[in-house]
Each structure stands twice: as C-alpha cells, then as structure tokens.
T-cell receptor, first 114, second 115 residues
Framework: DGGITQSPKYLFRKEGQNVTLSCEQN?????MYWYRQDPGQGLRLIYY???????QKGDIAEGYSVSREKKESFPLTVTSAQKNPTAFYLC?????????????FGPGTRLTVL | GNSVTQMEGPVTLSEEAFLTINCTYT??????LFWYVQYPGEGLQLLLK?????DKGSNKGFEATYRKETTSFHLEKGSVQVSDSAVYFC??????????????FGKGTKLSVKP
C-alpha cells in the first residue's frame, strides 16, 4: 500500500532536548511538507521541500530544522530553541506542485514536552 | 497575502440534518480550492476539490461549488450521519512565487452529529 508514515505516534521529551520526528513516503512524490496543528489555529506550515537536497522555510520555521537527503524521507527536528513545542505535527506530500495536486497526509505525531 | 476564512465551530447537528460550513477566500488569481476532513487523532484526508470557477467538487454526499463572484467555497451535505463527526478544513493552493503549490488552510470547523 502506498502512503505516508510518521513515527512515533506519541512522543514525550524533556525541556531542553532536541527530538526528531520521522516522515516517510512511498508515493514517489517530489514535494514534502511539515505542518504544526494547535487547537483552534488550523495548520501552520513549518518547512517544505520541492526536491531532494532543497527545502524552504514556511511560516513558523524558528526552532525547527529539516533535511531532505532522500526523496522518500523528510525528518523534522524540534530543537530546544522552539519555545512551545507541544503540538500535533503532520507531514504531507504531493506529486506536482505546479498542478496544485492534493497533498496526502500522514497520521501525525503528537509531541508533548514534559 | 492569500487567506482562507471559515465559519467557527463547533457545529452540532442532529442526524439527517442539513449541513453548511461557510468558507471564503482572498487570493490573487483563481487558485484551486479544497476541503479536507480530519477524524479524531488522525491526519487529514482530501474530501473534495475544485480547480476552476463554477466547478463543483463532490464526494461521499458532500458538495462545494467554486464561486468566484463571492470568493466562496461552502461545504454542504443534505443529510449528515454520526460518522461525519470530524473537523473540516477549507484550503486554497498558492499560485505564484516560491510558495507556488503550497496550501493555505482555514482554522477548521468541528462538526458533531448527534444520533
């Protein structure tokens, strides 16, 4: 089955620690995205990547970092510089950004900072 | 810049009631428009989309028509079921510049359907 996987589903970290969220897709999509979801605020774009070895900051990139070494993978690191990291994180991918194709979403990772 | 505004929830309906969730947008040009649905604890799923003016997207009994005159894309369903309880997001696709292809989302509308 083709799709997007995110792991883990739930993640706990202590303040001051960096943590990396995994996102893998087997849809052969070029573009991948990371969103943050908070209650009542919808989805906000953190980073996106159109092709391997290239990525761009979204609206709320501060305190986050990404890499895109492989087409299938787009991991997100939440650093200790992120002031309020507790949230639900969603990864997505799409096949052709110029055609406005739909974005396919993973199941999400809920990060809680203790 | 481009933006999406959708009605605030929560919306509570009885089973078989008519549903309307309003969505209006501000954009340069004529972007593609989308409705996504999120069930509790899950990611988003595309519900329907429309890529040009006057297009009607439809899926699972839900419909939305791309109205350029009113810059709207309201979601409707004639008879809701308990299983429709979820959060619904309206979104538009960016057309220009480095963010071309990115989606801008509304804040979401939570729907609860009571038996």
């Amino acid at each position: 089955d083709g799709g997007i996987t995110q792991s883990p589903k739930y993640l706990f970290r202590k303040e001051g620690q960096n943590v990396t969220l995994s996102c893998e897709q087997n849809l052969n999509h070029d573009a991948m995205y990371w969103y943050r979801q908070d209650p009542g605020q919808g989805l906000r774009l953190i980073y996106y990547s159109q092709i391997v070895n290239d990525f761009q900051k979204g609206d709320i990139a501060e305190g986050y970092s990404v890499s895109r070494e492989k087409k299938e993978s787009f991991p997100l690191t939440v650093t200790s510089a992120q002031k309020n990291p507790t949230a639900f994180y969603l990864c997505a991918s799409s096949s052709d950004r110029a055609e406005h194709n739909e974005q396919f979403f993973g199941p999400g990772t809920r990060l809680t900072v203790l | 810049g481009n933006s999406v505004t959708q009605m605030e929830g929560p919306v509570t309906l009885s089973e078989e009631a008519f549903l309307t969730i309003n969505c209006t947008y501000t954009a340069t040009g004529y972007p593609s428009l989308f409705w996504y649905v999120q069930y509790p604890g899950e990611g988003l799923q595309l519900l329907l989309k429309a890529t040009k003016a006057d297009d009607k997207g439809s899926n699972k009994g839900f419909e939305a028509t791309y109205r350029k005159e009113t810059t709207s894309f309201h979601l409707e369903k004639g008879s809701v079921q308990v299983s429709d309880s979820a959060v619904y997001f309206c979104a538009l696709g960016e057309l220009y510049g480095g963010s071309q292809g990115n989606l801008i989302f509304g804040k979401g509308t939570k729907l609860s359907v009571k038996p």
